[in-house]
């Protein structure tokens, strides 16, 4: 019999994906980034159609260009941008997370997406379940003390009137 090994196959992702999370940011995968070259990219300018629910991203490296916001890129060359004041201005739900197909055109080097065409993610982190603390209620008893037996306590003294 003949051993073969085991290598680990990744979910290799195809589709060109950004993620808007509840926290208020923008994440761009890797896919996305890697396929267009975001990566030469430091600086983005976010707008919004409200006509048609649409979100577009200018990719830029204008260090002076107004409204530009700067975009960070972390392990596997995922894209973030934080994008809380510009969700909470347009009014754009962030309250739960989600995902959308991601609309690139190369020649206005713009993304774009419609905010009709966000799916909700859901966690893949396990959440440890609520355990509620039991409480019983137990009496306390009091010694029974007979009051020939018992030891006379002193009174305590007198608080001073200020």
């Not at 992702?13 to 267009?36: D, H, P, Y």
């Not at 916001?69 to 973030?80: C, D, P, R, T």
């Not at 197909?101 to 982190?125: Q, R």
């Amino acid at each position: 019999m003949a051993l073969e090994k085991f290598i680990k196959v990744g979910n290799t992702a195809t589709e060109e994906k950004v993620a808007i999370w509840s926290k208020g940011q923008i994440g761009i995968n890797r896919v996305l980034v890697e396929k267009r070259n975001l990566k030469q990219y430091k600086k983005v300018v976010m707008f919004f159609d409200p006509a048609i629910g649409q979100m577009v991203f200018q990719f830029t490296n204008e260090e002076t260009a107004a409204g530009a916001v700067n975009i960070s890129y972390i392990k596997n060359n995922v894209a973030l941008i934080s994008a809380k004041p510009y969700l909470c201005y347009f009014g754009i739900d962030h309250e739960v997370s989600k995902k959308y197909p991601a609309h690139f055109d190369e020649a206005s080097n713009t993304l774009s997406l419609l905010v009709s065409e966000g799916v909700v993610t859901v966690s893949k982190k396990k959440s440890k379940p609520k355990v509620e603390p039991v409480v019983s209620e137990t009496a306390t008893a009091q010694p029974s003390v007979d009051p020939a037996v018992a030891p006379e306590v002193p009174a305590s003294p007198a608080q001073p009137v200020v």
